[in-house]
Each structure stands twice: as structure tokens, then as C-alpha cells.
């Protein structure tokens, strides 16, 4: 049974970091892609980050990159999503999500349940 779980989320003060962990079980990680996208109050869920199987390729939405960095952990079935100088427009619900190669809009095949992430001024 494939399971992904998110954790790492928070309240945090604009400018400041928080990092995201997406543990996978069962037989998917290390042929998957994983992807971060985010949903925010009344808006329709975006695309963040996403990484190959093979850690090898990285994608980012513009209005991340240079902020987030995404990055796999083969031994411990971990993806992370490390986020620097966060602003109050990322809060957000953010899930992990895998398909079997990175498409940004999907569809996925797998999901998460969610990590609220809060940025306050």
C-alpha cells in the first residue's frame, strides 16, 4: 500500500525558513517522481517543486525558485522541501504528490493529506 505523509509545517514570520519532509511507503520511491503543490484559501491548488525518480532533475514554479529547494533522501523514502525567505502569499496547505514521471499539472497518481504552512508579517 502506497502512502505518502507529510510534516514540517507551521507558523513562521515572513523571511524566515521552514522544511517540509514527504515520507513515501511502499514500492513507488525510488520509480517515482514527487511533486510539492500548494493550495491556499480560495484558490485553486499550484504546482511548487518537483524531482525525478533519480534526484537528477529538479523543477520549480517561478514564484519559488531561487526560495525553495527540493531534494530526495533514497535512504530514508524521503522527499524535502526546503523553504528560505518565505513570504505571506506561501501560506498554504501544502501536499506531496507522485506520478510515475514529472508532469507539472498531472494528473497524480498518489497524494498526501496536507501540511498547513502559515507566513505572518
Known amino acids: 500500500q502506497v502512502q505518502l505523509i507529510e510534516s514540517g509545517g507551521g507558523l513562521v514570520q515572513a523571511g524566515g525558513s521552514l522544511r517540509l519532509s514527504c515520507a513515501v511507503s511502499?514500492?513507488?520511491?525510488?520509480?517515482?517522481?514527487i511533486a510539492w503543490l500548494r493550495q491556499a484559501p480560495g484558490q485553486e491548488r499550484e504546482f511548487v517543486a518537483a524531482i525525478n525518480w533519480s534526484g537528477s532533475s529538479t523543477y520549480y514554479a517561478d514564484s519559488v525558485k531561487g526560495r525553495f529547494t527540493i531534494s530526495r533522501d533514497d535512504a530514508k523514502n524521503t522527499v524535502y522541501l526546503k523553504m528560505n525567505s518565505l513570504k505571506p502569499e506561501d501560506t498554504a496547505v501544502y501536499y506531496c504528490a507522485a506520478r510515475p514521471s514529472v508532469v507539472v499539472d498531472g494528473p497524480y497518481d498518489y497524494w498526501g493529506q496536507g501540511t498547513q504552512v502559515t507566513v505572518s508579517l
Open positions: 511502499g514500492q513507488i520511491f525510488n520509480s517515482y517522481a
